[in-house]
């Protein structure tokens, strides 16, 4: 029997709801392979009175036929939990009366949890779906105490935009929602050891700075091999595992997926980011409120991050955070064909540089983490990239994490990927100082920079150390 790890509150918050007294309706979303459909199969398993899952946009070649697909498949949905005596419908107005007469036969008294999986993909142009979906709810849902509506889509932008901040006939009828969040270190670690998969700690970090804590992902591992030899076997040679997964993962979930695409091959070109203006230039992209609508439909699904640097007034940057996306277009997309091209390759200086910005991500994924490492967890702070242009007197610098703190600190963080304790050389160190005493140019006079260490196997202390105030060890990022 599957065993669920991780989620214990969303656990907690489903089965409260189960046992509420009043109908319930309940929106899950999240990152698509994340795993809501695994928790809520986990969570509510056996007390289903009515599931079904909409037909994924990717295996419909015929555009013009998806309605009918989609309807179809819910009739046929009907038909498995005892629908009687209808024919199959022509619009949702008339599928969602179907199924509030299977709904009424099957009602004993007892909770009935109806499971709508994928619900974006059923909500295909000018098929009138919504509104005969807002009338399910409101015309009888509501209206039966015993009822718990549970829907799930991997469209986040959609699940929020047309049920938590519906401004029409949904309006306020979200009685709760959940953002399912990829593993954590410390989750892929309890995933790991219940498959009896053995893997150091610093090779768990590796799989997050190439899969993201995405446990569909981390299904395909296989206990018995390495790290490099799994990576290999899922994404590399002539038969991977996750064949094509970069380009089917956004055309399942947003109806512009090319222009998504290039939004994310843009920001995976520079590591701090990107303005809008710089986005729509070097994509082509019109700037306007279609690409707004875009970025915000990227960022909402956890593929990018909108923020503000620091120092840089009122303008917002665009950060890609989606650690899969990075590493897909950084090798595996021009090195597919090459079976063995992590085994052969990582420990070379061939992806050295990813290796940095990667271990970069995985840092801004677990900053709770680095915070509780530097005993900071009660202060109130924010995080932010910082970087200012050279000119011919003074050298520019970059900072890819500062911690701004309410007691006046600032943390900045130098992170390191490293498989031995980092040593710092009088080159890295003058590099440090000069970003510390450009930083401090910034600040006020009652504000004092630590300069801070994340790094996996922690500082080798030397002669060019000692500026270094704090440590985070990589062992640090895996508590809960």
């Not at 990576?231 to 038969?239: A, E, R, V, W, Y």
């Not at 710089?278 to 699904?301: K, V, W, Y």
């Not at 061939?350 to 900071?376: D, S």
Request: proline content about 2%; hydrophobic content about 35%.
């Amino acid at each position: 029997m599957s065993t669920i790890i991780g989620r214990k509150q969303e656990i907690e918050e489903l089965e409260r709801l189960y046992y509420s007294d009043r109908a319930e309706f309940v929106a899950i979303y999240g990152r698509r392979r994340v795993g809501k459909t695994f928790l809520i199969k986990q969570a509510l398993k056996d007390r289903f009175t009515f599931q079904h899952t909409g037909v994924s946009p990717v295996d419909q070649q015929d555009e013009k036929n998806r309605m009918r697909t989609q309807l179809e498949s819910f009739f046929y949905s009907m038909l498995n939990h005892g629908l009687e005596g209808f024919k199959q419908p022509k619009t949702w107005m008339e599928a969602f009366y179907q199924l509030t007469q299977l709904l009424q036969k099957l009602d004993n008294g007892q909770r009935m949890v109806i499971f709508i999986d994928e619900l974006p993909w059923m909500d295909t142009p000018r098929s009138g779906f919504l509104p005969a979906f807002e009338s399910f709810w409101n015309g009888w849902c509501n209206g039966h105490d015993n009822v718990m509506l549970v829907v799930c889509g991997s469209a986040t932008s959609w699940m929020l935009s047309n049920l938590s901040r519906s401004k029409g006939g949904l309006y306020g009828r979200v009685t709760d929602e959940m953002k399912v969040s990829p593993f954590t270190l410390k989750e892929c670690e309890e995933y790991f050891e219940h498959e009896n998969i053995e893997l150091s700690r610093y090779d768990i970090i590796q799989s997050h700075m190439v899969f993201g804590g995405i446990p569909y992902y981390l299904s395909y591992f296989r206990k018995g091999y390495s790290f490099e030899q799994n990576t290999d076997m899922i994404l590399f040679g002539s038969k991977p595992r996750l064949n094509d997964e970069f380009n089917r993962l956004f055309r399942a979930i947003f109806t512009n997926s090319e222009d998504c695409k290039k939004i994310i091959r843009c920001l995976a070109k520079r590591n701090y980011g990107f303005t809008r203006e710089e986005i729509a230039s070097a994509t082509g992209l019109p700037l306007g409120g279609g690409l707004s609508d875009t970025l915000t439909a990227l960022a909402e699904s956890d593929f990018i991050v909108r923020y503000s640097p620091y120092g840089k007034g009122t303008g917002e940057y665009y950060k890609l955070i989606d650690n899969f996306c990075l590493f897909w277009l950084k090798y595996v997309e021009p090195n597919q064909e090459d079976a063995t091209f992590v085994n052969d390759n990582f420990a070379s200086d061939v992806m050295k540089g990813w290796r940095g910005v990667a271990f970069e991500q995985v840092c801004w994924q677990h900053i709770q983490q680095i915070k509780r490492g530097l005993g900071i967890e009660g202060v109130k702070s924010s995080i932010s990239a910082w970087n200012v242009k050279g000119d011919d007197q003074k050298a520019g610098a970059q900072v890819d994490l500062l911690i701004m703190r309410d007691d006046n600190i600032v943390n900045l963080c130098e992170m390191k990927f490293s498989g031995s304790p980092y040593a710092i050389d009088i080159e890295e160190e003058a590099k440090m100082l000069h970003r510390v005493d450009m930083l401090k140019e910034t600040l006020s006079a009652k504000q004092r920079v630590h300069l801070t260490l994340i790094t996996t196997f922690g500082l080798l202390h030397g002669k060019h150390s000692g500026k270094v105030q704090k440590v985070v060890i990589g062992d640090d990022l895996f508590t809960s």
